[in-house]
């Protein structure tokens, strides 16, 4: 069905179900889950769950990115702003400025099983077998990618000049394939472990040297979290990410595609006659330093791919709560949440539900997303910076719709002075505490302890610093364009721990995750009344937020001269 057809459908939804929400929007007296705030704002437990209601309906199919279910529910979204009195901010058409940010979208996976062949130095090739030695790459820039090179091992990949680390000391890549381990060593902190353990990173200090692909294996460790058989069941799943002025697929450091994954029988076979037995690179890799040395491989590769690609279409909803100060509205905090989830179930049962309604993951984050904009809306003081409202596509394809606002922005981009990202809140119990991730890298910080304050609720540690969220969200694809940002999670305290482990082990990315879930609504209302507190902060206080020196993200992605970079 056309893009055109899917807008008309969704136009015809929203005459049924816009009006009805905007008359749950006045609030209710304050309640228990707003008393101790002092807050010029009370958030509407009513109008959270009208929001929420309609986007995990069964009508939106799942809400998946370049969808007819996701283009009604932008569709909403834009109407929502539209009744609020919110300044479309998206893209610039014939008749003005539209609330749509047009996100132009490839779909690809591979086609087939590929081939790779390799050659030891006794001049015998031996072919690998697709599903037991690799599993191939799909490749968003060509339907046919054929490589044949030299192989050199790099270890993790890891150049980080701030810990005097440079896995490509002494090695020449240029003209070959780079063999790399996943993940980083585990004495790295955990939040830029993940930055380092991430494959576009490996990727592009890869090509910044010259390699012409990337071959990646896994630790022993990695094999035990992440059985390498896992992947085998993925390879039908389409990977997306959007398209570039080329009309080609945006992927970073193009000139060292991602060839295959390995399992650690492949990796043997590629370790033939090396000087160092992949045994003991491997006993290495599981040491805190991880101080795995690189040399070149005797064996070369000859890798043939065959990739299926296909144009998709979304969009990104963008609104401006255009601030009052003639100096400092220059400068705008983004509200960011992702409005898309994953779709229909495919493998289900005959009677089973098939729909990913997504009601936590992320009804309430754009639930939350609208009531902030009610507030900034309905109280007397605007705020000084304007507030970007920003419904985002595709982040269950990999944070696509933010990292395509992030290069692309309809703002813009060196007025960017924060991002509040809302994510998949656990609204499940009334929760006590949040966490903040990212908070302690910035002037954020002040500005989040403050709220908090303000609202009565505790701010705790990372429960999870194993997991790496900081870098999971969509806020990180601002981040990497140096932006000060901050993830909020509902907290562990009150039975926050049972409530968000249950939820990941029985409903996440699952039909389950519905509004028959025992939602706390007036829960929903208090992270509202946060979120709020925090933005409005952002935008009122006369300084710029800016990152902390010597943090690890500010100095990778805000150097000196960045609007942003630390004081």
Same mark, same amino acid.
Request: no cysteine.
């Given at each position: 069905m056309s893009f055109t057809r899917r807008a008309a459908l969704a136009s015809a939804a929203l005459l049924m179900v816009a009006q009805p929400v905007l008359a749950a929007a006045p609030a209710k007296p304050a309640t228990a889950?707003?008393?101790?705030?002092?807050?010029?704002?009370t958030p509407s437990p009513e109008a959270i769950k009208a929001h929420?209601?309609?986007?995990?309906?069964?009508?939106?199919?799942?809400?998946?990115? #370049?969808?007819? #279910?996701?283009d009604i529910a932008a569709n909403y979204v834009a109407a929502q702003y539209a009744l609020l009195g919110v300044k479309p901010a998206g893209d610039k058409t014939a008749t003005g400025v539209s609330y749509q940010q047009h996100v132009p979208l490839i779909a690809f996976r591979p086609a087939g099983e590929g081939s790779v062949a390799i050659?030891?130095?006794?001049?015998?090739?031996?072919?690998?077998?697709? #599903?037991?030695?690799?599993?191939? !790459?799909?490749?968003?820039?060509?339907?046919?990618?054929?490589?044949?090179?030299?192989?050199?091992?790099? !270890?993790? #990949?890891?150049v980080d000049p701030s810990r005097g680390r440079d896995d490509y000391a002494g090695l020449d890549v240029k003209g070959k394939i780079v063999v790399l381990l996943t993940g980083a060593p585990i004495a790295i902190q955990t939040e830029e472990r993940a930055h380092f353990s991430n494959p576009n990173v490996k990727r592009a200090e890869a090509a910044k040297r010259g390699a012409v692909g990337v071959m990646i294996m896994p630790t022993t460790g990695g094999e035990k979290r992440r059985p390498f058989a896992r992947g085998l069941a993925g390879m039908k799943e389409w990977r997306v990410i959007w398209r570039n002025a080329q009309d080609v697929g945006a992927i970073r450091a193009p000139g060292a595609p991602s060839l295959v994954t390995l399992s650690l029988a492949g990796a043997e076979k590629l370790f033939a006659g090396a000087p160092?037995?992949?045994?003991?690179?491997?006993?290495?890799?599981?040491?805190?330093?991880?101080?795995?040395?690189?040399?070149?491989?005797?064996?070369?590769?000859?890798?043939?791919?065959?990739?299926e690609i296909e144009k998709r279409e979304s969009s990104n909803v963008v609104?401006? &709560?255009?601030?009052?100060?003639?100096?400092?509205?220059?400068?705008?905090? &983004?509200?960011?949440?992702?409005?898309?989830? &994953? !779709? &229909?179930?495919?493998?289900?049962?005959? !009677?089973e539900d098939r729909i990913n309604n997504g009601a936590l993951d992320n009804a309430s984050g754009i639930a939350t997303l609208l009531e902030v904009a009610r507030g900034f809306k309905n109280t007397k003081a605007r705020p000084k910076r304007s507030i970007i409202l920003l419904a985002l596509t595709g982040e269950e394809k990999g944070l696509v719709g933010s990292d395509y606002f992030a290069n692309n922005p309809t703002v813009t981009k060196a007025d960017i002075a924060a991002d509040v990202n809302l994510d998949m809140p656990v609204l499940l119990y009334p929760f006590t505490d949040v966490i903040a991730f990212g908070a302690d890298r910035s002037t954020i910080g002040e500005a989040v302890k403050h709220a908090a304050g303000r609202v009565g609720v505790a701010l705790s540690g990372d429960p999870l610093p194993e997991e790496g969220l900081f870098t999971r969200s969509d806020h990180y694809r601002f981040v990497e364009q140096g932006v000060p940002a901050v993830f909020l999670m509902t907290g562990f305290q009150n039975g926050g721990e049972k409530a968000f482990t249950t939820f990941l082990k029985t409903n996440y990315h699952h039909p389950g995750d519905d509004l028959n879930q025992p939602i706390d609504y007036q829960a929903a209302a208090k992270f509202a009344l946060v979120n709020y507190e925090i933005a409005r902060e952002l935008a009122n206080t006369p300084a710029r937020p800016v990152w902390k020196k010597g943090d690890f993200f500010g100095g990778a992605f805000a150097p000196a001269g960045h609007p942003s970079a630390a004081k």
């Open positions: 889950a707003t008393k101790k705030a002092v807050s010029d704002f929420m209601t309609f986007l995990a309906d069964d009508a939106m199919e799942g809400r998946e990115a #370049g969808t007819r #279910g996701y050659t030891g130095a006794d001049g015998q090739t031996t072919a690998l077998k697709y #599903g037991e030695d690799y599993l191939p !790459g799909a490749q968003a820039q060509a339907a046919d990618v054929a490589v044949n090179a030299p192989l050199v091992f790099a !270890g993790f #990949g890891v160092t037995p992949l045994a003991s690179v491997l006993a290495e890799a599981e040491t805190p330093a991880g101080a795995v040395k690189g040399f070149a491989l005797a064996t070369k590769a000859n890798v043939v791919l065959k990739t609104g401006m &709560i255009e601030g009052s100060d003639p100096t400092l509205k220059a400068q705008t905090v &983004i509200l960011s949440a992702h409005l898309d989830h &994953i !779709g &229909i179930k495919d493998n289900a049962k005959p !009677g």
